[in-house]
């Protein structure tokens, strides 16, 4: 529903019931001026000649004043109105995106928050270890999507990730409590950003903002998520232009190859053909391929062996054929079968 929320103009008639100096402070503290610029404690104290305590006391008792006056009371229906748009936003709300969304300018996102701080149903909780500030009207609306996401990060294994329907479908069977009115995605998109522990990479995917896959910082994560993204190996003249395409980024030919290399997410498994190690590829040349299917499953035979390397590299049958010749390595059985030597 459109806003007819007009916060400047409630909040002039707010601060009017004060005295000048205290609205002088109130609107230096809040940036309520002509500046959106918020002075500090400190900075309001000097002004006048008074400590920061003293400051902080004034603010106070401006609000409670407010508060009292007959202006907060006609001003009823403005926070109601507020209260609405923080419940359609999901009852608990990031202060930074609802700010936002309720004023493109800061000045106005001022007044919206000088509203918030002002309006007695509204409850903030501070930024902390494991959420970002935040504004809510029903406390046990907040405790549950407090403990819900705090679950959720519990899915989570190292650098795993997962697409956002997935981690929405986990996040529902986390809050079967909650009203039915709030289990769409784009809220549960909402509550999830209310997380400092949950992040969203450019494809989409979630996971725990420590994974490179979340936190993407260079060519080879951009990589990483590029191969992901493809989900079968690739050149890395294509890794480097698909970074580019699909995420803007110039990504040198020569720089992603070295990238790639350095990084043990990736394995070589074909001339310049990178796949995912945790798709279950062996690192290492064709011999150590070699090496380690025999290991794992003992004697083979010629075909066998070829069939299970070409799983994990991509090269002709003929390579795999010379590379068995290595009597150092492997020896050849009665039964024609090849082993370790």
Aim: hydrophobic letters at 35%.
């Amino acid at each position: 529903m459109q806003s007819t929320l007009k916060p400047k103009q409630v909040v002039k008639q707010l601060t009017a019931v004060l005295p000048e100096r205290v609205r002088d402070i109130i609107t230096s503290r809040y940036g309520l001026g002509e500046s959106p610029e918020k002075m500090t404690l400190e900075a309001i104290g000097k002004r006048y000649g008074i400590t920061r305590e003293r400051v902080r006391q004034i603010e106070n008792y401006a609000l409670q004043s407010i508060r009292k006056s007959s202006a907060y009371a006609k001003a009823k229906p403005s926070f109601e109105e507020l209260r609405r748009m923080v419940d359609e936003r999901g009852g608990i709300v990031l202060e930074e995106d609802f700010l936002s969304h309720m004023a493109k300018d800061g000045s106005t996102r001022n007044h919206v928050y000088f509203l918030l701080v002002l309006g007695e149903t509204f409850i903030k909780h501070k930024e902390d270890d494991a959420f970002h500030h935040r504004w809510h009207i029903d406390q046990g609306l907040a405790d549950s999507v407090h403990k819900a996401l705090k679950n959720l990060c519990g899915c989570f294994n190292g650098e795993e990730v997962m697409p956002e329907p997935e981690i929405i479908e986990n996040f529902l069977k986390e809050i079967k409590e909650v009203s039915q009115k709030y289990k769409n995605n784009e809220t549960m998109s909402r509550w999830l950003s209310l997380s400092k522990e949950l992040g969203k990479n450019p494809l989409g995917e979630w996971g725990l903002v420590s994974s490179p896959n979340v936190r993407v910082k260079g060519i080879r994560d951009y990589a990483y998520l590029v191969i992901k993204r493809h989900g079968s190996p690739m050149h890395f003249t294509e890794v480097a232009n698909t970074i580019t395409k699909l995420f803007g980024k110039k990504a040198h030919i020569a720089t992603t190859h070295n990238e790639l290399i350095k990084d043990s997410r990736f394995v070589l498994v074909g001339r310049g053909l990178y796949a995912l190690k945790e798709w279950g590829y062996t690192s290492g040349v064709v011999k150590d391929v070699i090496k380690q299917i025999l290991k794992q499953e003992g004697s083979l035979s010629r075909d066998e062996i070829i069939d299970r390397v070409r799983k994990e590299r991509y090269v002709k049958d003929n390579t795999i054929v010379v590379n068995l010749q290595d009597s150092r390595l492997f020896k050849r059985t009665a039964d024609g079968l090849y082993t370790l030597a």
